[in-house]
């Protein structure tokens, strides 16, 4: 059984029963002392005795989000390596929607859309299995004429999904790299060899999904971070479920109250908390839009 806090709990108590659509087919479960599973955060480290956070998936805890893709009639071994996630791929392109319409208007060079950047950088944090790092990076790569593309993920079978859905793409060819390890605390990165991104030098930093499923300190280290890598203009794009005056819809409230029965760090933040925490690190919050499923897209620069 993997591990929170110490507790052992059972892969099942992680999703609630679905009538769902989507076959369910069971993840194997690794124990190793740095993870849970492909689809959940952890918060222990035995190696070096530090409280490490790891980021979520692109789940709601709805359903298994990870399921293995599998071709019914030839069996093709590079393939089982490739996760699919039922959520992201529902949310990829409303998500897109907001980034072509609102983000990279602010940041190409001057007020003609015309006239795009020649090179974009993009951090993604919490890139799951790939199918946003997939989608997104095909859409940048037409959008821009150069693409520099950097997806992060802590557990070891996410980075493998998104590396064969790089390399079945053609993606490395396109600037995007391989998926590294990307931790959080308080502190920032955990990983000392996170050289991967030099300071000042990133222009959209992408966040799905993680600071709901997370404990605060690693939104207190995303803030640090996305301070510390985005140029002047740059943005950080945040997408999930919020409350907003403390409250929110029913839906989001139950969610919220299951969320906290899974792990007591965890659960819907005050939009009003993270716009305070953005701004104490620099960042301004430009604009919040309301997305399908009560989730709000929230834009950040830094000025």
């Not at 892969?11 to 959940?40: E, G």
């Not at 995007?176 to 990307?182: C, G, H, K, N, T």
């Not at 799905?208 to 280290?221: D, K, L, Q, R």
Request: proline share 6%.
């Amino acid at each position: 059984n993997p591990l929170i806090s110490g507790h052992k709990i059972s892969l099942p108590m992680l999703a609630r029963p679905t009538t769902s659509a989507f076959t369910r087919v069971r993840l194997p479960v690794l124990l190793i002392s740095l993870s849970l599973s492909c689809s959940f955060p952890f918060l222990s480290s035995a190696a070096t005795g530090r409280n490490i956070i790891s980021f979520a998936r692109n789940s709601r805890f709805s359903r298994l989000p990870f399921t293995r893709l599998r071709n019914k009639s030839t069996v093709v071994p590079n393939k089982m390596a490739i996760l699919d996630s039922p959520s992201a791929q529902r949310n990829k392109e409303p998500i897109w929607n907001i980034l072509s319409s609102k983000v990279i208007p602010l940041l190409v060079l001057g007020d003609d859309h015309a006239n795009q950047k020649q090179k974009i950088r993009v951090l993604e944090i919490a890139a799951g299995c790939g199918v946003h790092t997939e989608y997104f990076a095909q859409n940048l790569g037409r959008a821009f004429n150069s693409l520099w593309y950097q997806p992060t993920d802590p557990e070891v079978v996410s980075q493998l999904s998104i590396q064969e859905r790089i390399k079945d793409t053609g993606l490395d060819k396109m600037g995007v790299f391989p998926a590294v390890s990307l931790t959080l605390n308080v502190n920032g990165v955990v990983e000392e060899s996170s050289s991967f991104a030099k300071n000042d030098e990133i222009d959209l930093i992408l966040c799905i999904n993680m600071i709901h499923i997370s404990p605060w300190e690693a939104t207190v280290g995303l803030m640090k971070e996305a301070q510390k890598k985005l140029r002047r203009g740059g943005i950080l794009f945040c997408y999930g479920p919020y409350k907003q005056g403390g409250t929110a819809v029913e839906s989001n409230l139950n969610f919220d109250r299951s969320l906290k029965s899974r792990n007591a760090s965890w659960g819907i933040r005050d939009l009003e908390q993270v716009q305070q925490l953005a701004k104490e690190n620099g960042l301004e919050c430009i604009q919040s839009v309301e997305m399908p499923a009560n989730n709000l897209s929230v834009l950040f620069q830094k000025p």
